[in-house]
């Protein structure tokens, strides 16, 4: 069975609207922390696995090495992650966090922990492990499309033609005139 056009299109808003969200209490719990939200991701990523290679990393993130290596000298310099060879190519290193950059990163997931639970205070916990349960299968549906730039989406663009009535934004839904279109720039 396929998913509605109208319904994907509804899952694209509220995903960028969850993302936003969360950028939102992101932010808020830096107070806490000299990182960022980009270093704190670089920590959760290395510290999500075995070590790993530099390159490797900047795949898993989405970025260029070059703003992956920004990120890495400042978390070293702060000795959160340590470099070691690798075994199988002495030319390589592999990424690995220290006993700090792991501290740091419990840390970080016990406050932001604590602070969804503050949130969802009027959650049950079987509405919270069902939110957990969809949002672990959609991550995985994501992680699983292809990765090729481009791929997984159609092309060209699907929405209809711009109107003053009627059109589509750029998070798929319909919006009553031009003006209200959700802008790049907003997600």
């Not at 949130?119 to 994501?142: F, K, M, N, P, R």
């Not at 699983?144 to 589509?168: E, K």
Request: aromatic residues 4%; proline residues 7%.
């Amino acid at each position: 069975m396929s998913v509605a056009q109208q319904t994907a299109a509804e899952l694209v808003h509220n995903i960028f609207d969850l993302q936003r969200a969360l950028r939102g209490i992101t932010a808020a719990g830096t107070k806490y922390s000299d990182l960022g939200p980009a270093h704190t991701g670089v920590l959760f990523y290395i510290g999500d696995g075995a070590p790993m290679r530099a390159s490797a990393l900047a795949t898993k993130l989405g970025i260029g090495p070059s703003a992956l290596s920004r990120q890495l000298a400042d978390l070293e310099q702060l000795g959160f992650v340590v470099r070691s060879p690798d075994p199988l190519d002495g030319r390589a290193c592999l990424l690995s966090l220290s006993d700090e950059g792991g501290a740091y990163l419990t840390e970080t997931y016990e406050r932001r922990a604590e602070t969804l639970r503050g949130i969802l205070a009027d959650w049950t916990e079987g509405e919270a492990e069902a939110a957990s349960s969809t949002v672990q299968h959609l991550a995985a549906a994501l992680r699983a499309a292809p990765s090729a730039p481009g791929a997984g989406y159609p092309h060209p663009d699907p929405r209809p033609p711009r109107t003053h009535q009627n059109s589509t934004g750029n998070d798929g839904r319909h919006h009553p005139d031009h003006e209200s279109r959700t802008t790049k720039e907003e997600r």
